[in-house]
T-cell receptor, first 114, second 112 residues
Framework: AQSVTQLGSHVSVSEGALVLLRCNYSSSVPPYLFWYVQYPNQGLQLLLKYTSAATLVKGINGFEAEFKKSETSFHLTKPSAHMSDAAEYFCAVHYGGSQGNLIFGKGTKLSVKP | DGGITQSPKYLFRKEGQNVTLSCEQNLNHDAMYWYRQDPGQGLRLIYYSQIVNDFQKGDIAEGYSVSREKKESFPLTVTSAQKNPTAFYLC???????????FGEGSRLTVL
């Protein structure tokens, strides 16, 4: 079965430090890839998406992600963490086909220390 | 403003009662989805609908039911058959099936 793996359920960084959240998918066929962010007791909002146009994708709030086919990875990064980045982040993959729904990772909760 | 409205935001239910969660969208999206979120488990798909009057079961449909009588509306009923209904429920929509999802603010259901 297709799957999405997010390494690390919790990540803690200091304000101003690099943020790196990891996501790996299970297929060798390039899928559509997404990162979503969720603040407490709210819905999810899209940070960025990869749809095969470019391997480095820039999103909102200074986040970006790089699609690496050889590593089946789509890690999310931000050069300098801000307190407002504290939230839960979800990687999601769409493998195509008629059913057309996304498969979500289990999420990574990011804490930012002052 | 276009978006997805879920209601109620918080809901308490006694065991054995059915409860219906509302989801309305004014984005003119064809596809709509219901997800369940539990701590540490990510999002799990309950039901989805790609067109009016049609819907399909997701990964955890047992104990839930839906209807799609209008393009704008996709209500979810949590029935008494659902063994562990306490969770955060998220409704979403997309222009096309499998595309970028737009989420509502969620409904938190607690069974007393």
């Amino acid at each position: 079965a297709q799957s999405v793996t997010q390494l690390g359920s919790h990540v803690s960084v200091s304000e101003g430090a690099l943020v790196l959240l990891r996501c790996n998918y299970s297929s060798s066929v390039p899928p559509y890839l997404f990162w979503y962010v969720q603040y407490p007791n709210q819905g999810l909002q899209l940070l960025l998406k990869y749809t095969s146009a470019a391997t480095l994708v820039k999103g909102i709030n200074g986040f970006e992600a790089e699609f690496k086919k050889s590593e089946t990875s789509f890690h999310l990064t931000k050069p300098s963490a801000h307190m407002s980045d504290a939230a839960e982040y979800f990687c999601a993959v769409h493998y195509g086909g008629s059913q057309g729904n996304l498969i979500f990772g289990k999420g990574t909760k990011l804490s930012v220390k002052p | 403003d276009g978006g997805i409205t879920q209601s109620p935001k918080y809901l308490f239910r006694k065991e054995g009662q059915n409860v219906t969660l509302s989801c309305e969208q004014n984005l003119n999206h064809d596809a709509m989805y219901w997800y369940r979120q539990d701590p540490g488990q990510g999002l799990r798909l309950i039901y989805y609908s790609q067109i009016v009057n049609d819907f399909q079961k997701g990964d955890i449909a047992e104990g839930y039911s839906v209807s799609r009588e209008k393009k704008e509306s996709f209500p979810l009923t949590v029935t008494s058959a659902q063994k562990n209904p306490t969770a955060f429920y998220l409704c979403a929509s997309s222009i096309v099936s499998g595309g970028e999802l737009f989420f509502g603010e969620g409904s938190r259901l607690t069974v007393l």
